[in-house]
């Protein structure tokens, strides 16, 4: 059980350096939320949902925070308030207001059988989102009296929460590293007709794993790097088809999970990106050469040394003197004119793979599917999120506009590659 | 199960059209499949009003009400009765309608709030010629001028909100209405001086803006230009 001291201790909580920039770029076309679902095998009982969020609020009290606006930086403050759930809805990951959700920066919905975790950037990356979710989803189920033992990512509610687990990682990881100059100019970005702010298109897809594994292998990648270069392949095409005045270089971020490389039980943020990208000037790039070349830059950037690099750089952004006297109403619009002027611009989209979600056989035999969703952005127009589960794979884009080129490239590339691909859309 | 004729995509039972490319969906003989409890609930998020309109109403109607009981006192209680504080309480009263006219009903109705700010500045100048006792401008002169500035902004803000003009033909209106806005100001200000219309400073405004106009609207009709603008200022 939670002690009063140790509820004291944790009741404030500094920002991570990844959390700085969310809540300063937070805006109804920028929300700063994702999501990820668990599909069950029967129906969700809205009342023993109710009360297995309770508990997992209390056993992971780093995400029963509220937001709060200190003077010079934003922090988070422990809430001991009642998180409300909520039905689920067509449009997913819309901004987070303080009004709407009681100050909490995260959303549980339910529909049929579907529990959605829908979280702000600040909080959690979306590996500590899977741990909420799937803590979340093995009270529920130990609730309706199925037994659930913990493991593979299910904490366990009787147990207290541990500092570790609310612990800021980015700073043990990279402080004093050295940093790498790196210059990254704009790229190439996908235009369309803009739908309404607080529309939504989702589009998912669904591959078997194991012919997508077989397929990547054949050209010696990961299904990761596999999807990547389909996208740099179809977003090239896209600018080829018509080509601007000046041919733009393509580029994807790639987060990474940084727990790979550093032991840490951390479920804040502790990820970092990797644009990884093309030139089209330098000639025509078949897609073989695109795959070769996206294993390479990945297997040449992901190591702990140049990742601490990256995150090193940020810190010391977080560290510069003039920024820290700052007050926190000055900081604001100037961090997000910052991340205006240096962020969006330089990917063309986003692709962004969980990985195969594992959790313990007697909950795996109870739950149907997991997805994982980006949420929409102004900046974005199409982003990709995937997630594996159960043999399956599922991809599902995410667009503020109406043309659907990039995904119906993407999916009609898999099915000339002989991989059956099982759409499905949230449109009406 | 279904297919699409034109990805070759499989689609969900309850799919009437492919997502990807619009094609109908013919329906297939055998019966439809069972739900697995996975698709897209109907209702929509709504937003939240974000912004407080009555706290806003209150908070402007404190901070207009305020200095004006101030100003009303010091003029009354230290100088030669009321004088001069009545046109600080005019101006905080337009202030007070500027900031409060678009909240004060349940719909946001541009042009009726507009209507409201355009009135509450013809009533002002009234009321600032009243209280001065400077002569008649406010009739022959200020009027017309406020009302042609008024129509100018209507039709500025009814344009961009209708998206009839786009990218560089947005800065390329405002000047043409700034081109034609300062001679109509010169004619008004030379009736009302001298009763006879001599063109002057307004033509040395209208020239450059109608340049700077037809430069815009030359730009725009080069979609390259306008795409490196528009990744230069991201707008």
Not at chain 2, 172 to 193: G, K, N, S, T
């Amino acid at each position: 059980m939670v002690t009063k001291n140790q509820s004291k201790a944790r009741s404030y909580f500094r920002f991570d350096n990844a959390a700085h920039i969310y809540p300063a770029i937070k805006n109804r076309k920028q929300p700063g939320v994702f999501r990820v679902s668990a599909t069950l095998t029967d129906p969700i009982d809205p009342q023993v949902l109710r009360q297995a969020l309770n508990k997992t609020m209390k056993r992971i009290p780093g995400f029963s925070v509220k937001l709060r606006k200190g003077l010079f930086w934003n922090y988070f403050i422990h809430s001991e308030d009642e998180l409300p759930i909520q039905p689920d809805v067509l449009n997913p990951c819309m901004e987070i207001t303080r009004k709407e959700n009681d100050g909490f920066l995260l959303r549980v919905r339910y529909h049929q059988c579907r529990i959605a975790l829908e979280i702000f950037h600040a909080l959690a990356d979306g590996s500590g989102a899977m741990i909420f979710l799937k803590t979340l989803v093995a009270e529920y189920l130990k609730q309706m009296g199925h037994p659930i033992p913990t493991g593979n990512g299910v904490l366990d509610c009787a147990e207290s929460a541990k500092p570790e687990e609310m612990a800021d990682s980015f700073r043990p990881f990279a402080g004093g590293a050295h940093i790498l100059k790196r210059e990254e100019p704009r790229a190439y970005q996908i235009t369309g007709d803009p739908i309404p702010t607080h529309d939504v298109i989702l589009t998912r897809g669904t591959v078997p794993v194991e012919d997508m594994r077989k397929l990547a292998k054949s050209l010696d990648a990961s299904i990761t790097e596999y999807l990547t270069a389909m996208l740099l392949y179809i977003i090239n095409c896209q600018q080829m088809q018509a080509p601007p005045h000046r041919l733009l270089p393509v580029r994807v971020q790639v987060p990474v999970n940084l727990r790979a490389f550093f032991n840490t039980e951390t479920l804040r943020n502790f990820s970092s990106f990797i644009n990884v990208g093309l030139e089209p000037r330098l000639g025509d790039f078949t897609f073989e050469e695109i795959v070769c070349q996206v294993h390479n830059y990945l297997r040449y950037e992901v190591n702990e040394k140049l990742l601490r690099s990256r995150v090193a750089a940020n810190l010391r952004t977080e560290s510069i003197p003039f920024l820290r006297i700052v007050p926190l109403f000055l900081k604001t619009p100037m961090i997000s004119l910052g991340y205006k002027l240096a962020g969006p611009n330089t990917f063309s989209s986003i692709i962004s793979n969980l990985g195969n979600v594992e959790m313990p056989e007697e909950m795996e035999k109870h739950t149907q599917r997991f997805d994982f969703i980006l949420g929409a952005s102004n900046d974005t127009k199409v982003k990709c999120a995937v997630a594996g589960f159960k043999g399956n794979l599922s991809i599902i884009f995410t667009r503020s506009i109406k043309e659907a080129d990039i995904e119906r490239a993407f999916f009609t590339f898999l099915v000339e590659q002989g991989i059956p691909v099982e759409i499905e859309s949230n449109q009406e | 199960m279904a297919y699409c004729v034109n990805c070759g995509v499989k689609l969900k039972a309850d799919l009437k059209k492919c997502p990807l490319c619009d094609t109908d969906v013919i329906p297939p003989v055998s019966p439809p499949e069972e739900s697995d409890c996975s698709g897209f609930p109907p209702q929509k998020h709504e937003p939240t009003a974000s912004f407080d309109k009555d706290l806003w109403i209150k908070l402007i109607s404190v901070i207009t009400a305020a200095p004006a009981l101030l100003t009303f006192a010091i003029d009354y209680l230290m100088g030669n009765g009321i004088d001069w504080s009545l046109y600080i309480i005019y101006a905080l009263g337009l202030v007070w309608v500027w900031c409060a006219s678009p909240f004060l009903f349940k719909r946001n109705i541009f042009p009726l709030w507009f209507a409201i700010d355009a009135a509450a500045l013809i009533a002002f100048l009234f009321l600032v010629e009243r209280t001065s006792k400077t002569g008649n401008w406010a009739l022959p002169l200020a009027m017309p001028i406020a009302l042609m500035v008024a129509a100018s902004v209507f039709i500025l803000v009814s344009t961009f909100r209708s998206k009839l003009v786009r990218q560089l033909q947005k800065p390329a209106l405002i000047f043409i209405l700034i081109a034609v806005l300062c001679p109509l100001i010169e004619v008004f200000v030379d009736l009302y001086r001298a009763q006879q219309y001599r063109p002057g400073w307004s033509v040395l405004v209208a020239i450059p803006c109608l340049a700077f106009a037809a430069i815009l609207l030359i730009l725009q009709r080069r979609q390259w230009i306008v795409d490196e603008l528009r990744h230069w200022f991201r707008y």
